[in-house]
């Protein structure tokens, strides 16, 4: 079963930093581009961060750039997103998402459960 | 960033019912965008790509069309586990951007 599993959601005070991970099965990981998508309570859908199918490229939010880092482990069929400098607006349920199509990145078809962020002192 | 436009933001409609949402870009998109479902709790379920490719397994009751600006998700025949929020997301250039939904209730 192709499945995403993410895990490393708190609550963090505002300055903190935390490391969001997201487990993958059931398909070949190394192939697929991959998302961070967050969606703060009661409010829509938020592009976050994209990484290239070898890591080799990333993109992120312009809300985000400078403070998050996406990144990849292919050999542990995991992703990352590293959060620093986490403010109040950051809270949010984080969405790991895998492409539709190998190496493309026009839509995503696998998405996890999400794993909730807190900013909060 | 390319700002994307859904309209409307909500909508009342009965099972059966034919119904159409919009989606408009900032600038041109081509055909780099795809239609989203999410239910109350859930994760988003993706309907469409590249503006009028049914996902698999998606039903054929789902259809998109539209090339530059201008898009619409279509429902041809309401059914009750249609009723949801439907989100337009683009990836002609980064940041990819999300429309802010339409949330699509039982009249």
């Known amino acids: 079963e192709v499945q995403l599993v993410e895990s490393g959601g708190i609550v963090v005070q505002p300055g903190g930093s935390l490391r969001l991970s997201c487990a993958a099965s059931g398909f070949s990981f190394d192939e697929y581009a991959m998302q961070w998508v967050r969606q703060a309570p009661g409010k829509g859908l938020e592009w976050v961060s994209l990484i290239s199918w070898d890591g080799g490229s990333t993109f992120h939010a312009n809300s985000v750039r400078g403070r998050f880092t996406i990144s990849r482990d292919n050999s542990k069929n995991s992703l990352y997103l590293q959060m620093d400098s986490l403010r109040p607006e950051d809270t949010a349920l984080y969405y790991c998402t895998r492409a539709a199509v190998p190496v493309n990145t026009d839509a995503f078809d696998i998405w996890g459960h999400g794993t909730m962020v807190t900013v909060s002192s | 960033d390319i700002q994307l436009t859904q309209s409307p933001s909500s909508l009342s409609a009965s099972v059966g019912d034919r119904v159409t949402i919009t989606c408009r870009a900032s600038?041109?998109?081509?055909?780099?965008l795809a239609w989203y479902q999410q239910k109350p709790g859930k994760a988003p379920k993706l309907l469409i790509t590249a503006a009028s490719t049914l996902h698999t397994g998606v039903p054929s009751r789902f259809s998109g069309s539209g090339f530059g600006t201008d898009f619409t998700l279509t429902i041809s025949s309401l059914q009750p586990e249609d009723f949801a929020t439907y989100y337009c997301?683009?990836?002609?250039?980064?940041?990819?951007?999300f429309g802010q939904g339409t949330r699509l209730e039982i009249k």
């Open positions: 600038e041109d998109i081509y055909s780099w």
């Open positions: 997301q683009q990836a002609n250039t980064f940041p990819i951007t």
